[in-house]
């Protein structure tokens, strides 16, 4: 049965031979998986995502710079993605954010062409991915600064909700809620597979169903019973049975629940 969506995952993943990619697309094909969306994280990996998009019915995309290269972003690339987010398989802005874990980028670099991008989706009225590792509070500042929660901003969108996804939300259930206040989807993935994992089980205890996406992140962040080998798309099945175990529902509800979550949220018909 195709009822699972795998919200975040990177079939663009630089190290796969095309003969591996070509074998993760039939994987995905023969699986329970009925669309993904393939994140960008910077121009290549956009171009490549939307080249996928593009021959893929199932498969949509995200475009965008990661904090991580956002040290290589220039005026160009912002008109560069402009121009991919006009084509239709484009369904968001992302993956775009704050990484103060690697510090990849010098700092004021990320939070400059975060904010860049934020706008630029806000312009478009385009879903936004973000990624936030050891920056919680700041992402959440330059998030409501920059309008992403404006009542403008929800006012582009049919179901005036912000449209704005916390990818592998690593969050105290505390600050969830605060997300939860301002509208935001928060998407979960392997971690909340692994053992003693309390923080995102209690996260995904206190998020309401409707807030939740689910994702891989491949080829990163494998659940149990994977962990330890390269994740891949079909893998969201045992994220969505972990959320259902947690919430006392069946797979079933928790696959079709976030399938519908991330078709409203892409704005995929
Ligand atoms: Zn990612």
Not at 50 to 70: E, I, N, Q, T
Not at 144 to 155: D, M, T
Not at 170 to 192: H, I, N, Q, T
Not at 204 to 213: I, K
Request: glycine letters at 6%.
């Amino acid at each position: 049965m195709k009822i699972l969506f795998d919200s975040h995952t990177h079939l663009n993943n630089d190290t796969y031979t095309e003969e591996e990619r070509a074998e993760l697309i039939s994987e995905i094909e023969e699986s329970d998986v009925a669309y993904i969306c393939d994140i960008g994280f910077d121009m290549p990996s956009s171009r490549l995502a939307l080249s996928h998009a593009r021959l893929l019915p199932w498969c949509w995309c995200a475009v965008g710079m990661h904090p991580h290269d956002s040290k290589d972003m220039t005026e160009e690339g912002m008109e560069e993605l402009r121009e991919m987010a006009a084509d239709p398989k484009v369904v968001a802005i992302g993956e775009i954010g704050l990484d103060f874990h690697y510090d990849l980028s010098p700092r004021d670099t990320q939070r400059y062409w975060f904010r860049r991008q934020i706008r630029l989706a806000n312009e478009l009225a385009m879903p936004i991915v973000v990624h936030s590792r050891e920056a919680d509070r700041e992402v959440m500042d330059i998030l409501i600064e920059e309008g992403a929660f404006s009542e403008r901003r929800k006012a582009s969108f049919a179901d005036g909700s912000p449209h704005v996804d916390i990818h592998c939300y690593s969050g105290s259930a505390e600050f969830a809620k605060e997300y939860l206040k301002l509208g935001a989807m928060l998407g979960v993935d392997g971690p909340l597979t692994y053992k003693n994992n309390k923080k995102t089980i209690a996260v995904v205890e206190t998020v309401p169903l409707e807030s939740l996406l689910i994702e891989t992140d491949a080829p990163y962040l494998t659940p149990v019973p994977y962990r330890g080998k390269p994740n891949k798309s079909p893998y969201v099945e045992y994220v969505a049975r972990k959320v259902a175990e947690i919430k006392g529902l069946t797979y079933e509800k928790v696959a079709k629940a976030t399938l519908d979550n991330a078709k409203n949220f892409f704005g995929i018909e």
